[in-house]
């Protein structure tokens, strides 16, 4: 008997040039981090975001930390960043001594309330990371007002938001400094990786600097400081080159995905609330997720046990910063704790047909409805 099919949460496509680019690397052997791919992958990321940097990285977490250290975050300082995120947001902040400070997430996009942010700032405070979670963008006029009435820096960490759009303007390029993660299960993805994108001379100095060791690239093997090995390999930005050729094809792909989600699952929203769209966002929907209603009989967890065992793979919404034990407050941050205790992430990927898609949605009702 063959296996039943699951519908894998995440999928990457390659349809691109990015066999022809690995193939090439192996073949001028130019596959570590030198070569024309990271330069040719860097300034065209930076052209796609209307940044005058780009700088390539070995994964998205390091893109943060990277960021944070060239900003001068260290010990005694604090930086805001949200509650309900992926846990790199508030490691990054760990790794350089300083402290993460959580805020609560607003109840339509889940990203970071701008409400919440004035009362943790306080004469310790640097930085804000703005995180676009999901692939929603965050209010950044609010944030960026805020960071100017307090002198601190905006880190967008935009690592689920590639082509996610704030009022026209691209993410990664509004905050004084922006973090991307290529990981396997991003919109476009080099295995692992990273960006950072800038219009800040100085800062782009400082990252390159950090990023290869602390080498200064105008006196090879003199390290006038203590860096980091965290280098994109060539054959990585080949990779990631090929995917950004058709990176609007893979932004549609998502948003066709999920407007597909919305038709079929609009006739359960006595039992589910779906995603927003503000008006002045683009959405760039890296996952797809939903929320159960408190009413519903089953609990968020039974349902996915039960996706599961129909062959649809999913995954519960992010665990707050505050509840994990590295993190862990006795605080109460109310709007993150009922979104993390509902949420889940459907299948979300180039790859799903609109039979998957219909599939879901009927497992999902059936389950809801039962």
Known sequence: MSEKRMIPLASPVFNGNEKQYVLDCIDSTWISSGGKYVQAFERQFADYCGTQYAISCANGTVALHLALEALGIGPGDEVIVPTLTYIASANAVTYCGATPVFVDAEPETWNIDPDGIEAKINGRTKAIIAVHLYGHPVDMDAVQFIAAEHNLYVIEDAAEAHG??????????????????????????????????????????KIVLLRGQGMDPENKYWFPVIGYNYRMTNMQAAIGLG?????????????????????????????????????????????????????????????????????????????????????KESAQYATADDIASRGLNLPSHARLTPGDIKAISESIAYHLND
């Open 164 to 205: 996610a759009e704030y009022k026209n303007q691209r993410v990664g390029s509004i905050g004084d400094v922006a973090c991307f993660s290529f990981f396997g299960n991003k919109m476009i993805t080099t295995g692992e990786g990273g960006m950072i994108t800038t219009n800040n001379d100085a800062l782009q100095q």
């Open 243 to 327: 995917q950004l050729e058709n990176m609007e094809w893979h932004i549609q792909c998502r948003r066709e995905v999920a407007t597909a989600y919305q038709e079929q699952l609009s006739s359960l929203m006595h039992v589910i609330d779906l995603p927003v769209e503000q008006t002045w966002a683009r959405h760039a929907y890296w996952m797809y997720t939903i929320l159960l209603k408190p009413s519903v009989a089953i609990s968020r967890d039974e349902l996915i046990r039960r996706l599961k065992d129909d062959g649809i793979e999913t995954r519960p919404v992010f665990y707050p910063m505050h509840i994990l034990p590295p993190y």
